[in-house]
Nanobody, 116 residues
Framework: QVQLVESGGGLVQPGGSLRLSCAAS????????MGWYRQAPGKQRELVAR???????NYAESVKGRFAISRDAAKNTVFLQMNSLKPEDTAVYYC??????????WGQGTQVTVSS
C-alpha cells in the first residue's frame, strides 16, 4: 500500500508564500509522475504542477512564474513552493502520485487560504 502525507498548508495574505510538502511511503516500485492538484469550492479539481520521472515539469498557466515544483527522489518527496499568492489560489491542494503500471494515489488534501 502507498501513503501520501502532505504538509505546509495554511492561511497567508495576498502576495505571501507557502511551501507544500508531500512524502510518499509504501510499495513504490518507481514513480512515473508526482505533483499537486487543487480544488476550490464549487469548482473541478485541476492540475497545479507535476514532475515526471524524467524531471520534466509542467504547470497550470495560472501559476507559471509564481509556483515551483521540486522533488527529492531519494525520499519520494515532492515540494511546491508557492510565491505571490493570490486569493484565487485558495483551495484544497492534493498530492498526486502515479507509479509504474499507471496506479494512482491521492493525499488527503491540505487547505491553502489566501486572504487579508
Amino acid at each position: 500500500q502507498v501513503q501520501l502525507v502532505e504538509s505546509g498548508g495554511g492561511l497567508v495574505q495576498p502576495g505571501g508564500s507557502l511551501r507544500l510538502s508531500c512524502a510518499a511511503s509504501g510499495s513504490i516500485v518507481a514513480m512515473n509522475a508526482m505533483g499537486w492538484y487543487r480544488q476550490a469550492p464549487g469548482k473541478q479539481r485541476e492540475l497545479v504542477a507535476r514532475v515526471f520521472r524524467s524531471s520534466f515539469t509542467n504547470y497550470a498557466e495560472s501559476v507559471k512564474g509564481r509556483f515551483a515544483i521540486s522533488r527529492d527522489a531519494a525520499k519520494n518527496t515532492v515540494f511546491l513552493q508557492m510565491n505571490s499568492l493570490k486569493p484565487e489560489d485558495t483551495a484544497v491542494y492534493y498530492c498526486h502520485l502515479v507509479i509504474l503500471g499507471a496506479r494512482e494515489y491521492w493525499g488527503q488534501g491540505t487547505q491553502v487560504t489566501v486572504s487579508s
